[in-house]
């Protein structure tokens, strides 16, 4: 089938759109040449959205009231007023999830979630899902007629500009939302952090369970502060609460795909090695040989991480 | 608030511990052996167990959805302390997309009466789509808050702090409502040996799909079918050394050959 009409759901932080959604619209611009980027807030991105591949904007402020259900309700508004998509990409994230959910129940439609990569033969939408630790690739054809619904996790695709001109914004509004609409934001908290950003850094560290208590985490940001990277972690530990979850690298938390990731202390379960296995080289320092992260590492030691981590540490001081 | 009811959707899943496999002639995975309750519904069941004690009143019910009547993992969390359970069970389900999933459970929930509030996770260990709870909410058309890590009720009003990309958000939410929580919300606990046996005793109701008025389940209304099945590209297999004390050298070799350093 042609795609005539894709929708992406765009996001932005600070006015400037997240990595993820110039990743979906350089896709999208390959697929269709009518992109329209979804959008939260008031569409003050609509410059860099129109030159990544959108040629449409649509932008709705839901105010203080969780995006889920109120962009999911403008939506529908829309498809209802007769203009049908034939396919919205999503981000894998929580926002993402949160409007595509809503809108597969107001339309009826299947979701996919967690795909790398998507591709239209003209006689189907198919979407590629990595499973058991990306080990294996399924892809999947949707039946029936669109909109289809697909989420994408980050760095699937390459952010390219087109050089296109600012997209035409078009305000939708938000419908009644009745008792759906209750849920409401009355504060907002950011955990700062310094240095390179965990899904940006060239050099990742990461630390899990095998560190042993909270405090050896010190040795994580230690050894990534001298490397100039960002310190990353298993979701084990932030489970735990040693470090927030803006950390955790894995299914749940940020894919990264840095020139060096460095996993100390973990054993590689499958929730972790699909966030970091896109990585260019892999160090990995664990006790247990016969974990799984060494089946991905360039360079494994089977060994301790409380002594092989300040010797890394003193080694590079000393240079 | 004299009393507050709660429902956790749970999940029944082949041990994450042994390999998984994909069924040869479906392409679905493999979910004939033993089933566990999955470690994410844990956190759910120990949340609703705390609210209600907090309530001063009120009790925990769980819906479930299982191809083969598998009922181990629900007895695990009866046995933490939730009152009952109805247990969606039929042949039919092998195969079922989120959205039929969501259907069933919200029919499920429906069937107990609803609650004050629905708990699920944030998605399951085996299959991780992840849309099932706001699918729930949006066909009872329930208010939600997703991604919950902390969690109280107060003058009958849900207090939530939500997790987001770079911190968190409090959120305040009416009731009734629907919220999905985070692994590590509270931490779950064992089963006592009193609650192991009081747990054989509790009831689950045994139901289908067409009992709840659901058609078609399974794969005929799934809305995709599976075109291939590939393994991915495998990395080279590095060089693993065992420690010798020396071997922090291999790594600083290992980085500046990246001329990192």
């Known amino acids: ?319 | 608030m004299g009393a507050m009811n709660v429902i956790v959707c749970v999940k029944q899943i082949p041990d994450p511990a042994a390999p998984g496999a994909l069924d040869g002639a479906t392409n679905t995975l493999k979910r004939d052996g033993k089933l566990i309750l999955d470690e994410s519904d844990g956190y759910g069941v120990e949340m609703a167990l705390q609210l209600v004690d907090a309530a001063g009143g009120g009790e925990v019910s769980l819906v479930s959805m299982a191809p083969n009547g598998e009922t181990s993992g629900l007895r695990t969390a009866l046995a933490m302390g939730a009152a009952k359970g109805v247990l969606v069970s039929d042949p039919a389900l092998q195969g079922s997309d989120a959205l039929t999933t969501a259907k069933i459970l919200a029919a499920a929930i429906q069937r107990l009466g609803g609650a004050d509030l629905i708990i699920g996770a944030t998605e399951s260990s085996d299959g991780y789509t992840g849309t099932v709870p706001e699918q729930m909410a949006e066909i009872l058309g329930l208010p939600s808050v997703t991604f919950a890590k902390k969690v109280s009720v107060e003058g009958g009003t849900l207090k939530v702090d939500r997790q987001t990309e770079n911190g968190y958000d409090e959120v305040t939410c009416a009731l009734p409502a629907l919220i999905s929580v985070t692994a590590g919300v509270v931490e779950p606990r064992y089963p006592s040996f009193k609650g192991i046996m009081a747990a054989k005793s509790k009831p689950v109701e045994e139901v289908t799909a067409a009992d709840l008025g659901i058609t078609p389940v399974g794969w005929a209304g799934a809305g995709q079918k599976i075109s291939n099945v590939a393994q991915a590209e495998a990395r080279q297999a590095g060089e693993i050394i065992e420690d010798d004390g020396e071997s922090f050298g291999k790594i600083i070799g290992f980085l500046e050959n990246l001329k990192v350093i």
């Open chain 1, 1 to 319: 089938m042609a795609l005539n009409n894709i929708w992406v759901f765009a996001q932005a932080s600070n006015g400037a759109p997240t990595s993820a959604t110039l990743e979906l619209l350089t896709k999208a611009r390959s697929l269709s040449s009518n992109v329209v980027a979804i959008i939260g807030g008031d569409g003050a991105s609509a410059g860099v959205l129109g030159e990544y591949g959108a040629t449409k904007v649509y932008a709705i402020n839901h105010g203080s009231t969780l995006p889920g259900v109120a962009i999911a309700s403008a939506l529908k508004s829309v498809i209802d007023g007769g203009e049908t998509p034939d396919l919205i990409m999503f981000p894998q994230n929580y926002e993402g999830r949160d409007v595509m959910a809503r809108l597969s129940v107001k339309i009826d439609k299947t979701v996919i979630t967690n795909n790398v990569d998507i591709s239209d033969s003209g006689d189907g939408v198919t979407v590629v899902t990595p499973i058991f630790g990306g080990n294996t690739l399924v892809s999947t054809t949707f039946t029936g007629a669109g909109p289809y619904l697909a989420a994408f996790r980050p760095k699937s695709f390459a952010a390219e500009s087109a050089g296109g001109a600012a997209a035409a914004v078009t305000a939708i509004a938000v419908p009644d939302l009745g008792a759906t609409g209750a849920a409401n934001v009355t504060a907002v908290h950011v955990e700062e952090t310094s240095g390179p950003k965990l899904d940006e850094a060239d050099i990742v560290v990461s630390g899990g369970r095998g560190l042993g208590e909270s405090p050896s985490y010190a040795l994580i940001e230690e050894l990534a502060t001298l490397l100039k990277g960002a310190p990353g972690a298993s979701r084990a530990i932030v489970d735990a609460g040693w470090v927030p979850y803006s950390y955790q690298v894995g299914q749940t938390g940020k894919v990264v795909k840095p020139t060096i990731y460095i996993a100390a202390g973990i054993s590689g379960a499958t929730q972790h090695m699909v966030g970091m296995k896109g990585s260019k080289n892999i160090i990995a320092i664990n006790k247990d040989k016969e974990a799984p992260i060494f089946g991905v590492a360039d360079l494994g030691i089977v060994g301790d991480v409380h002594k092989v981590l300040p010797q890394i540490i003193a080694a590079l001081k000393g240079r």
